[in-house]
């Protein structure tokens, strides 16, 4: 590796420096271990090569978030201050809207990275052993993204941030409401959901000050504390396991499959595309800066079209589909019971379709993903018309 | 208004303006750019002996004449029918006072066009001298069209003091000289030569990344990484140049760079910053972008790496563009002529008389009329001469989401505000003042209120309990 970053380096005194730099360097860290993983990580070369990328752009986007995350950090007051505290922000402090529109834009690109990530890998089928660990973690880190998501959306507690976090709040505690009176305990069960989101979650009988304090000790210190060990080991069994190949290019000839070493091939084109990620941040950011709207006020009424973020969208219409076919807490029920199967079973998919599966479970398997493609596009772009509709 | 106004809902004339310019900037350029790149590489291989690089040479030949010839051409013209639509007035004025420079960078294009086509026709069948030889006429005839071009730009933002003291006095032409090569004429010169350099690179990038690294391996090396070096120019000199242009920038209009770093206001309040900062973080990237993935990996190059740089490249020259456009404002020319047609020293007679006054296109019912629909009628007319250059009324800078909140007396203020323009206001940095008679601008405050509020149309403001 050494002699490969020397090779770009055309002064010779510029590389001596370089070579005793890394020699002083190896001496205290033993850069030499992380060299040799380096130097025999190999990514495969094929025409779905690109879809190699967005692990590392969600990664990119969730430095991003950090970064960003701790600047606002500086200005921002949690609980009833919250408000000012983002107008500050936005509207004082030098280049404030830009770091808020940087973290803003960024979470949402780290979901939508995120998403194309968890599929290319479902359809490169590269949950299949022995990655498999690698899929259950990765979806971990995507439900703690939209965790991130959801307690982060409610912080800046301008109106739409308060009546969507109320509405989804609301739609927990109804969901006991489906168990018919006469089962025995089905009113111990309400009252202990109402008294633990009252008590652990909103901090009081509505969404408050004191909702955003503890969204916010979720948003900045409980969900990084389980999300960092998690992403290290998938990390981990990345480096362990590498980079799998479709199925149709590993069903080729040892001698027709191309494949190109991580450190430095790889991982300059991922740098370079981490800059091009920037720069689409960047656009986003400077075109269109993210607003905040007026100061919730508790008694007001919600505003029209009121709705979740985009990567919600499939789930709030599902609910709010069904609720109007069954209306009340069993539509909710029956909602949410849905969305748990169809999780369930899309965890479950590398104990289905293994390697020694056969054919047809590895066509049912990729079917499903088109599936779930279909539905989540289906419901989010209802959800959205009848949002437009709502709002005219 | 000496002019129809010319209405286009949505984006407004100014993005029909801005949308073609920035498409045309970008081939433009790389016309002057790819007019040096081409010569330059068949000299660097005829002199190694280097036969293979003719078919390659060709090959971007050809699309470099397509593109700068077809496309190129097309936006060319396309400008030249926005401008004067959106703009009659500043057209009008350009064309007066700069005709034969115009018609000089006419002759210039017209040779350099025909020795484009020569020059891609004669590859292989011409001596190698000679081919070169019309490679470097297109090279250096387009280099004079792009510096008339830099020298009427320039003059627009910053067509400094001796013409400006001249200005409408009839003897303006004997200050030609110093009105082409004003204070930014030279940094603006080398910055856009930077970047025809940079663009030359980013269009080679299609041809290398097309180019098949298993037959055409070192070659595909090779031809990608002499692509990367003409991105070094443009990284080295355009933040100097950048900072010495900004510079000769007049004081006030400089001041819009640092209206949007505190807040995210609609509107120019910020825009001019915000697309500041996509400029330069836009360029920074840029060059590191292309080192990454065609000078470590040329063999790797992809057409959608090429793709993503161009890109890049887009949205950062559009930004950069953007940038110098609104720079300008409140002017079109500066110190002489708003942005909404109006000329600096018509402002005090035009307040007295009227702004409707003297318009053949204002029926007379509308311009004296005291009836609620003549009233309304006038300040539609007065929207579209005073306001629609910039704004629309539903679309790009919408009056009637800007309004939204604002009932009659709150557009009444602000509207004062435009006409008197006292020293504190803001809105000075960006906009010019709003002229007409107080019936006049009554009417526009009656037809502004009218968007927001349809149902209640009052022609005078409730007088106050």
Redesign the interface.
């Known amino acids: 590796m050494t002699n490969s970053l020397s090779a ?1 380096c055309k002064l010779p005194a510029l590389k001596e420096r370089g070579n005793q730099l890394y020699a002083w360097l190896n001496e205290r860290l033993g850069l030499d271990f992380f060299v040799e993983i380096a130097r025999h990580k190999t990514v495969p ?1 094929h025409r779905y090569s ?1 879809w190699y990328y967005w692990g590392g752009l969600s990664l990119f986007f969730f430095s991003v978030q950090i970064i960003t995350g701790i600047f606002l950090l500086m200005y921002y007051h949690p609980g009833d201050g919250a408000y000012d505290s983002v107008r500050v922000i ?9 770091v808020r ?1 940087f973290h803003s834009w960024s979470a949402n690109l780290m979901v939508f990275c995120l998403m194309v990530h968890m599929f290319s890998v479902f359809f490169m089928k590269a949950y299949r052993a022995p990655r498999e660990f690698g899929w259950w973690t990765g979806l971990g880190l995507a439900g703690m993204t939209m965790l991130f998501g959801f307690s982060g959306y409610l912080l800046p507690m301008d109106d739409l941030a308060f009546f969507a976090t109320k509405v989804g709040i609301e739609i927990q505690k109804a969901l006991p409401g489906a168990v018919p009176a006469w089962i025995p305990g089905s009113a111990f069960a309400q009252n202990m959901t109402n008294t633990l989101i009252d008590n652990l979650v909103q901090g009081g009988p509505s969404v408050s000050g004191m909702t955003v304090g503890r969204f916010f000790s979720l948003h900045v210190v409980i969900l990084p504390l389980i999300f960092l060990p998690l992403l290290t080991v998938h990390i981990l069994l990345v480096l362990r396991h590498g980079n799998a190949a479709p199925p149709s290019v590993e069903a080729l000839p040892e001698k027709e499959r191309r494949s ?1 070493p991580f450190f ?2 790889f991982f ?2 991922d ?2 595309m981490w ?2 990620a ?2 689409v941040l ?2 986003l950011s ?2 269109s ?3 905040l709207g007026p100061q919730a006020d508790p008694w007001a009424a919600a505003p029209d079209g009121i709705h979740p973020e985009w990567y919600f969208m499939s789930q709030f219409q599902l609910l709010k589909a069904l609720g109007e076919v069954l209306p009340g807490a069993i539509g909710e029920a029956a909602g949410a019971t849905m969305l748990g199967v169809g999780g369930l079973l899309w965890a479950l998919i590398p104990v289905y379709d293994t390697r020694n599966g056969g054919q047809t479970r590895a066509k049912v398997a990729t079917a499903f993903g088109w599936f779930a493609i279909a539905v989540l596009t289906f419901l989010t772009v209802w959800g959205y018309v009848g949002v437009m509709g709502a709002g005219k | 208004m000496n002019y129809p106004s010319w209405d286009v809902p949505v984006i407004g004339g100014v993005w029909v303006i801005g949308g073609m310019a920035i498409m045309h900037i970008m081939i433009s350029h790389f016309a002057i750019g790819g007019g040096l790149y081409l010569p330059l590489a068949e000299y660097r291989a005829l002199r190694a002996g280097r036969q293979d690089w003719m078919p390659v040479l060709k090959g971007h030949a050809k699309f470099f004449l397509i593109l700068t010839a077809a496309v190129g051409t097309v936006t060319g013209v396309g400008i030249w029918f926005s401008i004067g639509l959106a703009n009659p007035e500043a057209t009008s004025t350009l064309i007066h006072y700069f005709v034969f420079g115009w018609a000089i960078e006419w002759a210039f294009f017209l040779m350099e066009i025909t020795a484009a086509a020569v020059y891609f026709y004669t590859f292989g069948r011409v001596s190698d001298e000679l081919h070169l030889k019309v490679g470097w006429v297109y090279s250096i005839t387009s280099f004079f069209t792009l510096f008339i071009i830099n020298g009427i730009l320039t003059f627009m933002l910053s067509p400094g003091d001796t013409w400006v003291s001249l200005a409408g006095s009839g003897t303006e032409a004997g200050a030609f000289w110093s009105a082409f090569f004003n204070p930014t004429f030279w940094p603006s010169l080398v910055l856009r030569v930077a970047a025809c350099c940079a663009l030359a690179g980013v269009w080679a990038f299609f041809t290398a990344a097309r180019m098949d690294e298993t037959k055409q391996g070192r070659l595909k090396e090779e031809f990608a990484r002499y692509s990367v070096k003409w991105l070094v120019p443009a990284y080295l000199l355009m933040p100097v140049c950048f900072l010495l242009y900004i510079y000769q920038v007049p004081v006030g209009q400089r001041l819009l760079l640092e209206l949007g770093t505190h807040t995210i206001g609609a509107g120019l309040f910020t825009q001019v910053t915000r697309m500041a900062t996509m400029s330069i973080a836009g360029c920074f990237s840029l060059a590191i972008i292309a080192y990454l993935l065609a000078w470590w990996s040329p063999r790797e190059l992809r057409f959608w790496q090429a793709v993503a740089i161009f890109l890049v490249t887009f949205a950062s020259f559009g930004a950069t563009e953007y940038t110098r456009e609104m720079l300008r404002k409140p002017y079109v020319i500066g110190r002489h002529l708003y942005s909404n047609g109006v000329r600096v020293k018509d402002v005090a007679r035009i307040n007295q008389e009227g702004y409707l006054t003297k318009s053949i296109w204002t029926r007379p019912e509308e311009k004296t009329g005291t009836s609620p629909e003549a009233v309304l009628a006038r300040g539609e007319m007065m929207f579209r001469g005073a306001c629609m250059s910039c704004h629309t009324v539903d679309g790009y800078r919408g009056i009637r989401r800007l309004n939204a909140a604002r009932d009659f007396k709150a557009i009444g203020s602000i509207l004062t505000l435009l006409h008197d323009q006292p020293e504190d206001s803001k809105y000075n940095a960006f906009m010019p003042p709003l002229v007409g008679t107080p019936d006049e601008i009554n009417a526009l405050n009656t037809y502004l209120y009218s968007l927001v509020q349809p149902l209640q149309t009052p022609a005078e403001p409730a007088p106050a309990k």
């Open positions: 770009a070369e690109f936005t509207n004082e402090v030098a280049f404030g809207w830009l529109s190109i430095p091939n300059v084109k740098l370079a800059l091009i920037f720069n960047l656009f400077a075109v800066p993210w607003p």
